[in-house]
């Protein structure tokens, strides 16, 4: 601190010396140097600058301080919102591997839901396909049962019609009688 006031004194001094030697320079150029009006200026210019110097001194340098301690301030929340950040990211970067990691793994797993499903619907495909063949096997089955009993009972009708019509065109009145005893005779057997 010292140190600054001997600085501020040298240069006072010097600007209060400055007239005498630009007295010299005025003098051999020929100039009327320095009046003594000019000589008041320069010193009240002086003692203004000293007094200013001296009163805001203080104010002065309380601001620079207090701008300094700001300035360090946000400097070091920078810094440790800097940390934070960083933290943060390292975190989020995590979260976000993490997320990736799961979507993968689901991705996966629905993939092989997906194929079990597939697997399974086939499965239940096939044994649908095998049942309703069984299934129509049998219709068919009784179908061609049903036929074939209609086929025999035409048959038989047939056969029945046609040895009607060949025993009435063959027969006589006497083989007449004779099926006619034949078939009560089977017919009391039969009770």
Same mark, same amino acid.
């Given at each position: 601190?010292?140190?600054?006031?001997q @600085?501020?004194g040298?240069?006072?001094?010097?600007?209060l010396?400055?007239?005498f030697?630009a007295?010299?320079?005025? !003098?051999?150029?020929?100039?009327?140097?320095?009046?003594?009006?000019?000589?008041?200026?320069?010193?009240?210019?002086?003692?203004i600058?000293?007094? =200013?110097?001296? =009163?805001?001194?203080?104010?002065?340098?309380?601001?620079?301080?207090?701008? &300094?301690?700001g300035? @360090?301030?946000?400097?070091? &929340?920078?810094?440790?919102?800097?940390?934070?950040?960083?933290?943060?990211?390292?975190?989020?970067? @995590?979260?976000?591997?993490?997320?990736a990691?799961?979507?993968?793994?689901?991705?996966?797993k629905?993939?092989?839901?997906?194929?079990?499903?597939?697997?399974?619907?086939? #499965?239940?495909?096939?044994? #649908?396909?095998?049942?309703i063949?069984?299934?129509? &096997?049998?219709?068919?089955?009784?179908?061609?049962k049903?036929?074939?009993?209609?086929?025999?009972?035409?048959?038989?009708?047939?056969?029945v019609?046609?040895a009607?019509?060949?025993?009435?065109?063959? !027969?006589?009145?006497?083989?007449?009688?004779? =099926?006619?005893?034949d078939y009560?005779?089977?017919?009391?057997?039969l009770?």
């Amino acid at each position: 601190m010292n140190g600054r006031f001997q @600085k501020i004194g040298l240069a006072v001094l010097g600007i209060l010396l400055l007239p005498f030697s630009a007295n010299t320079l005025w !003098a051999s150029g020929g100039g009327g140097g320095i009046t003594g009006e000019v000589l008041w200026q320069l010193i009240s210019f002086v003692l203004i600058l000293i007094l =200013l110097i001296q =009163l805001l001194k203080k104010p002065v340098r309380a601001f620079l301080t207090k701008r &300094q301690e700001g300035i @360090k301030s946000t400097l070091e &929340q920078a810094s440790k919102k800097e940390e934070e950040s960083g933290i943060h990211f390292e975190e989020w970067e @995590k979260k976000l591997n993490l997320l990736a990691q799961e979507v993968t793994e689901l991705q996966q797993k629905i993939a092989r839901e997906g194929e079990a499903e597939r697997k399974r619907i086939i #499965e239940r495909a096939k044994d #649908e396909g095998d049942r309703i063949i069984k299934q129509a &096997q049998l219709v068919a089955e009784q179908e061609v049962k049903k036929g074939r009993a209609v086929l025999k009972k035409e048959m038989v009708d047939l056969s029945v019609e046609l040895a009607e019509n060949l025993l009435k065109e063959a !027969a006589q009145p006497r083989d007449q009688e004779r =099926l006619v005893k034949d078939y009560i005779e089977k017919v009391r057997e039969l009770r």
